[in-house]
């Protein structure tokens, strides 16, 4: 008897190394799971809606560098995993969801639970198809984990539900699971033109995105070599350490003060691994290097003068190699002056004892307890901002969705993280808006015995959106939420709940929390009017504010 094309599947998904699959069984996946429950090797994780799965898978890559697989019924299932697959393709990492769909003589029928899914991946996806036949499902599947680690992006493979019970019998054609990678290396001419700018004694500050990770020796070596400070953009956070002295932390809204005076005054900017959106606060009149493995990333949002399309470590070394040692460190020594005043008054906003206390104070408690090693999945909202500016990151891993932004990734995040590194501590930092869209899945944390530390700012508020209206200068509205008891939510689910309102009782349930290794919530009321003010306050913004402040008194 031959191999059924469900066993096929499940093998070549061993073979590619996967450990989990994130998913909800049903109707027309049900021919997936008897062969996945055969394959001991790859654990299903049963989650309680797809969405969280797809986010788990996207954490898992983005904390692995492996591939993250999900999965779901057709129809209603696939629809919900959207949502994390979009954070897999906008943060640029390999997923593969496989889907199922009617049995074939029934496709086109409008059948219960037909949604054309080829139709509405179409965008997600680099990879994008439906089995035709027992015999096409392994080549497809060998192609479509290809197609997400190398293009580092979303792959679908969408399953009628009959063709996994078929035997392949007639003689396939066989694929496997090899996987190249190459080193993409700058033009020699543009590398010229760029040691020639380099040369030159201006002001140089360095852009490093989320292409340095992984380049963290070249990356310091290189600006150690032209004495300029590094600003990091969030995705990239980690890739050096925020106190390191070349470091001058994020830009932007939820950036610091010192690397937005650096924008300002620089002469030379050296973009690396970054697209960074947010163009308004880089330099005006600079001349500028873009370092990027994919050429038609360089010049995309912001006019470059010189572009390096190559590997972030092979182009830094090169551009390290050939350049001469900067002795001029004016520009430098200034920021990191700024930069320890900054980082003073980061860690003063969060030993504040007010009550309501300061959302600072969580990321500066968090800090005092957690290890070097743990991983951190930060949710979205003000709660964003904190963690950006208030936590220092030494060796710790932090995630987050970072180009979709999307709530509710926080405790997905925590939970991938748990199942890729038993070993560590794994905090999932979140507003209590982004938790309470994923927060049911807080029972699967409990179910798989996986022990996460959840800590909810609760200000009863989605207060980012508070704060965007006011610099709008309008009216405050539809901001207040309604909250669950967060810890009892907790107990009731099986884990351990603390409520805490000041910052002694913060730092007790974080060391309990991670002492106890059970799966627990530290719901932590904080300040709601505290404003994530940028590190460089427009006149406009200002004048915004004062307009609201004027609407709130004299409106109703
Ligand atoms: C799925 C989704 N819906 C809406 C938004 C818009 N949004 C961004 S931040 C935010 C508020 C978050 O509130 P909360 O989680 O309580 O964090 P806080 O800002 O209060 O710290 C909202 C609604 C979003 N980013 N994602
Ligand atoms: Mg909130």
């Given at each position: 008897m031959g191999k059924t094309a469900g066993d096929a599947l499940m093998d070549i998904l061993v073979e590619w190394g996967v450990e989990y699959i994130f998913g909800m069984p049903g109707d027309s996946i049900n021919s997936l799971m008897e062969p996945l429950r055969k394959h001991k090797q790859i654990k299903f994780i049963q989650v309680r809606h797809e969405e969280v799965g797809a986010l788990a898978a996207s954490s898992y890559a983005k904390l692995t560098g492996k591939l993250g697989v999900c999965m779901a019924i057709a129809g209603p299932g696939a629809i919900h995993l959207l949502n994390g697959l979009y954070d897999a393709k906008m943060d640029g990492v390999p997923v593969l969801a496989i889907t199922g769909q009617v049995e074939t003589d029934l496709?086109?029928?409008?059948?219960?639970?037909?949604?054309k899914l080829d139709r509405l991946y179409d965008d997600v996806a680099v990879y994008n198809q439906r089995a035709m036949s027992a015999e096409q499902l392994p080549t497809i599947a060998n192609q479509a984990i290809r197609m997400a680690l190398t293009h580092r992006g979303v792959a679908h493979l969408n399953i009628p539900d009959d063709i996994p019970r078929f035997?392949?019998?007639?003689?396939a054609r066989v694929t496997n699971t090899i996987l190249v990678r190459s080193i993409a290396m700058p033009h020699p001419a543009d590398l010229d033109s760029a040691v020639a700018l380099l040369s030159e004694h201006r002001k140089t500050v360095i852009l490093a995105g989320r292409g340095t990770h992984g380049a963290q020796e070249q990356l310091l070596s290189f600006a150690e070599k032209i004495k300029a400070p590094i600003v990091l953009t969030l995705p990239a956070k980690g890739a050096i350490p925020?106190?390191?002295?070349?470091s001058l932390g994020g830009l932007g809204l939820l950036g610091t003060k010192p690397a937005y005076h650096a924008m300002r005054e620089s002469e030379t900017l050296v973009m690396i691994?970054?697209?960074?959106?947010?163009?308004?606060?880089?330099?005006?009149n600079a001349k500028t290097i873009q370092i990027d493995?994919?050429?038609?990333?360089?010049g995309k949002r912001y006019a470059v003068d010189i572009g390096l399309a190559g590997d972030a470590a092979f182009t830094l070394q090169n551009l390290c190699d050939r350049l001469p040692e900067k002795t001029d460190a004016g520009f430098l020594s200034k920021r990191q002056g700024e930069m320890k005043d900054w980082l003073k008054k980061m860690k003063h906003q969060g030993q504040s004892d007010h009550i309501p206390l300061r959302p600072q104070t969580v990321p500066v408690a968090l800090q005092e307890v957690i290890r070097e090693d743990a991983i951190i999945s930060c949710d979205v909202g003000n709660v964003t901002v904190w963690m950006a500016r208030n936590f220092i990151v030494h060796r710790q891993k932090l995630i987050t969705?970072?180009?979709?932004?999307?709530?509710?990734?926080g405790l997905p995040g925590a939970i991938a993280g748990k199942l890729a590194f038993p070993d560590r501590q794994v905090v999932a930092v979140v507003g209590d808006g982004g938790f309470a869209m994923t927060m049911s899945d807080f029972v699967t944390a409990v179910k798989y015995e996986l022990p996460i530390v959840v800590i909810v700012l609760n200000n009863s508020k989605i207060a980012m959106i508070k704060f965007e209206q006011e610099t709008m200068g309008n009216a405050e509205f539809q901001t207040n939420l309604l909250n669950p008891d967060f810890a009892r939510f907790a107990e009731d689910c099986g884990g351990v709940g603390y409520r805490v309102e000041t910052r002694d009782a913060l730092k007790e349930a974080l060391r309990k929390a991670f002492a106890d290794n059970k799966p627990a919530i530290i719901d932590v009321l904080v300040n709601p009017n505290e404003a994530p003010m940028p590190a460089h306050v427009s006149f406009m913004q200002a004048k915004n504010y004062a307009v609201h402040v004027l609407k709130e008194l004299f409106e109703d």
């Open positions: 496709l086109g029928t409008d059948f219960f639970q037909e949604v035997e392949i019998e007639r003689e925020d106190d390191h002295p070349y691994g970054t697209s960074f959106p947010f163009t308004g606060f880089l330099p005006k493995t994919n050429p038609a990333q360089i969705s970072s180009w979709l932004a999307t709530l509710g990734c």
